[in-house]
């Protein structure tokens, strides 16, 4: 049993100048499960965010009726230029669809969840800013479904829900070097948890947004119900500064060197 903190340790291959530098790369240790006669640390983990306040597109929600229609309209609108991808359903025409002055609000809400992902779960320095590259509507009538994917050129990715039933996006482990016992052995488990399992699922809950690491595979179910599922998908990258100038790591995006 672990009594206290364990001592923690800074990435072993790495190369520092001073002890300064070094600090940068100690990793905080995370929450702990305790078990009644052993402890687990989930190190490594992969965050998956839901947003906690709700952007109101919902039936019941103060504000959310109103919004809901606008919503409707404005994405019936969008619609008209639809075309399949590939993927197994539609998405719209405009793939820069946060840039319409219609939709200034949610592009804010959006960019606050952004924000609260990368600088409070994952701790990135200030100085380094995520904004959204790409936005799309993503149609999914009855029977469509959306294929295994994952988004490149992009670091955060993250979809909102607009309407529809539930229809779960499920995340797979399966193509990471670390999902058997890291060799991909198929073990027969007693059960599944969040350490064995090769696919996770989340419901789609309107009014939300899901945030994940870009390179996260996943898909969506096909739709069951007679609503259309709608929902907005966007990719992110960074500008700002990252690295270390004296570790030769330094990177500046958008800036002059001086
Ligand atoms: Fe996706």
Not at 20 to 47: H, L, T, W
Not at 185 to 202: A, C, E, G, V
Not at 215 to 233: G, K
Request: charged share 20%.
């Amino acid at each position: 049993m672990l009594e206290q903190n364990p001592e923690p340790t800074a990435a072993g291959d790495q190369v520092f100048y001073d002890d300064q530098q070094a600090d940068r790369s100690v990793k905080q240790q995370g929450s702990i499960e305790r078990a009644s006669n052993y402890d687990i640390v989930p190190m490594f983990p992969c965050p998956v965010y839901i947003s906690g306040e709700k952007f109101p597109v919902e039936d019941g929600v103060e504000g959310g009726e109103q919004a809901k229609q606008g919503f409707r309209e404005f994405v019936s609108n969008e619609a008209l230029g639809q075309y399949k991808n590939g993927m197994g359903n539609i998405i719209s025409e405009n793939t820069h669809i946060l840039d319409r002055p219609e939709l200034s609000n949610l592009k804010d809400y959006i960019q606050k969840n952004l924000n609260t992902y990368a600088h409070e779960v994952m701790r990135i320095q200030d100085s380094c800013e995520f904004y959204i590259t790409q936005s799309w509507i993503n149609f999914n009538k009855k029977g469509m479904r959306h294929l295994t994917h994952t988004h490149q050129n992009s670091i955060i990715s993250g979809c909102f829900y607009i309407a529809g039933g539930n229809c779960p996006i499920t995340f797979f482990h399966s193509s990471s070097p670390r999902f058997g016992m890291g060799g991909g052995f198929d073990f027969q488990y007693k059960d599944h948890n969040i350490y064995n399992s090769q696919s996770w699922w989340l419901n789609n809950e309107n009014g939300r947004v899901v945030i994940f690491p870009s390179w996260v595979q996943h898909q969506v179910a096909v739709n069951t119900h007679e609503e259309t599922r709608i929902s907005l998908a966007w990719n992110s990258f960074f500008k700002g500064s990252v690295g270390d100038r004296r570790s030769l790591t330094e990177l500046l995006m958008n800036n002059q060197f001086d």
